[in-house]
């Protein structure tokens, strides 16, 4: 498997809006939404920032002694918004035939990367629906901790637990601050 993620561009709507339809938690009723969350932060980047996860692979070119072609096609997107010192994962879809394969790890993994990078101090991840125990489980396998629960006073009567991956701690602040006025 060839997967690389980089940021989202605008050319990768058609697909990432096929991710929001088909995924189980999203629908067809979030591709509005998702659409002018991910234009907000292509435009106003130090919000947030977009990342699709492409696979890449070779097929051939059809006709006997063609090249071979690369094809790519997108099979999960993440939505990380900045407040503060915290990056906030507001989606994350792979899709449906693509989960279990460690793509959602992969995805993860490369935001911690990111976030650390951007100076940030922690990841939080909220989810509401209780219906899908297994994106609960795997938040918990890719390190996060539970750190609340919310009840909602919507239509939707719902509740929401949210998560939290500490990437620095106020000791590993303190430290570097030593050593660069030190």
Not at 3 to 17: A, H, L, M, P
Not at 82 to 101: D, P
Not at 120 to 125: G, K
Not at 147 to 169: A, P, S
Request: hydrophobic share 35%; with cysteine.
């Amino acid at each position: 498997m060839d997967i690389t993620i980089r940021e989202y561009q605008s050319s990768d709507w058609e697909e990432v809006k096929l991710l929001i339809i088909e995924a189980e938690n999203f629908g067809p009723s979030m591709v509005k939404s998702e659409k002018q969350r991910i234009e907000f932060y292509l435009q106003v980047p130090v919000k947030g920032i977009t990342f699709v996860v492409e696979n890449k692979k070779k097929v051939s070119g059809g006709e006997e002694g063609m090249e071979e072609v690369l094809q790519t096609s997108i099979l999960g997107y993440s939505i990380v918004d900045y407040f503060g010192k915290s990056a906030f994962i507001l989606s994350l879809v792979v899709k449906k035939e693509w989960r279990g394969k460690g793509i959602g790890r992969e995805l993860i993994n490369f935001i911690k990367n990111y976030v650390r990078d951007q100076q940030q101090f922690d990841i939080l991840r909220g989810f509401a629906d209780d219906r899908y125990f297994g994106v609960h489980s795997f938040l918990l396998k890719q390190g996060f901790k539970t750190c609340g629960y919310i009840i909602h006073d919507l239509e939707l009567n719902q509740g929401t637990i949210h998560y939290v991956i500490h990437l620095r701690t106020e000791k590993d602040e303190k430290e570097k601050d030593t050593f660069i006025s030190g």
